[in-house]
């Protein structure tokens, strides 16, 4: 079972890592496993989604997904979308950037480096912003309750989350700003240039989350109407459209999966560039994560078990929130990527743990009915 769902993971592992050997040495083979690690830690709760919609689809959907899919999230969204961030931010073609990573590391290197301060400030804003309104949002589940129940009253002021980003933001460009003057202001001129790259960083979370919750509606207009149409038919003694059924709510489905995916991504994309800005490394990582997401996806569905994790999300949330900051502080320092790498991996792996605990104590409780005891119990 294990072997036929993550077979392709596994194949495209090998290869990724052996080309990331011959490609750059063992030191290209450590940041490749790394932003492996990452996206697949990142992607965790989106695989979870995934399979909850997934599943409502028949077959053929699900197979457009798993197919037509995977061609817009590896090659669409962690192989074009870097190409795209790096030849808008160090104004290059989109070949002429591809050439250059190729062929002229060195002065791509250069480029790049020039570029970060405004990839940093985009990237910093897109995961801030995610982090925030996780945090910010009344859940039924809480993993860090102590400090998750005082957020979410707080969560209750309206606009509240681009308020603080917006704040971050301004703060990152004056010091910035001051930092660049007392260097000979060089790059001085910087400063504006994180201002304006954080804000479209903040316009693209609102586009994506739009776009996401258009879907959404659209998807629960498709199902109500579905649902009264069904019981319309069995009171008329009349058999369902099957087809129909399957059509439209599976389009809307499909829509939204591949939007849900797009914006999961961009923290994928965005976080590799913590780590490193070689874009055929970030390429080979990134890719292989995305191939496990997909597996992991088609395991939840088929074997609906991992579902009882509830605090993976919440770690994979609070990866975020470390790297966006991560990221804001790269503006200005240098923070090593294996630091950056291993703080997404500790939060998702402590959450797991939680989990763990949380269900032994639920089991020993004798049910949900004693989820704030076994939240005590999970040491959380």
């Not at 457009?64 to 590896?74: E, P, Q, R």
């Not at 829509?255 to 991504?265: G, W």
Request: with cysteine; charged share 20%; glycine share 10%.
């Amino acid at each position: 079972m294990l072997l036929k769902t993550f077979g392709w993971s596994f194949a495209v592992t090998a290869l990724g890592l052996v080309a990331a050997v011959f490609y750059g040495g063992w030191t290209a083979f450590g940041i490749v496993a790394i932003l492996s690690i990452l996206e697949i830690s990142l992607s965790f709760d989106n695989a979870v989604v995934n399979a909850g919609i997934l599943k409502k689809m028949n077959a053929f959907w699900q197979k457009i997904f798993l197919t037509i899919g995977i061609l817009i999230a590896v090659f669409g969204m962690r192989l074009v979308f870097p190409v795209v961030i790096v030849a808008i931010s160090a104004q290059l073609g989109p070949i002429e950037a591809v050439d250059l990573a190729l062929t002229d590391k060195d002065r791509y290197q250069e480029l790049v480096t020039d570029a970060h301060p405004s990839i940093a400030a985009f990237g910093g804003m897109f995961l801030l912003m995610i982090f925030l309104d996780f945090i910010f949002e009344d859940r039924d589940i809480k993993w860090l309750a102590w400090l998750e129940r005082p957020l979410a009253k707080l969560g209750k002021v309206d606009m509240l989350s681009v308020c603080i980003a917006l704040i971050v933001l301004l703060v990152s460009a004056i010091t910035f700003g001051a930092h660049a003057h007392q260097h000979g202001g060089a790059h001085a001129d910087k400063a504006e240039t994180v201002l304006l790259a954080g804000i479209a960083g903040l316009i693209t979370y609102m586009i994506v989350g739009g776009l996401s919750g258009y879907f959404e509606d659209k998807l629960e207009e498709e199902e109500e109407r579905e649902h009264e149409e069904e019981e319309a038919a069995e009171r008329a003694g009349k058999p369902k459209s099957a087809v129909k059924l399957a059509g439209k709510a599976a389009f809307f489905m499909f829509l939204y999966l591949e939007v849900l995916d797009a914006s999961f991504s961009f923290d994928g994309v965005i976080g590799a560039f913590a780590i490193t800005n070689d874009i055929v490394l970030m390429a080979l990582g990134l890719g292989i994560g995305a191939m496990y997401v997909r597996s992991l996806t088609v395991y939840l569905v088929r074997q609906g078990t991992l579902d009882d994790y509830v605090y993976l999300e919440h770690g994979a949330h609070y990866a975020i929130g470390a790297l966006a900051l991560i990221l804001l502080v790269t503006i200005q320092y240098q923070i090593h990527e294996i630091i950056t790498g291993l703080v997404g991996v500790i939060l998702i792996g402590w959450s797991f743990w939680s989990s763990v605990r949380r269900n032994r104590a639920l089991a020993a409780a004798g049910g949900d009915g004693d989820q704030e005891k076994a939240e005590v119990s999970s040491g959380v």
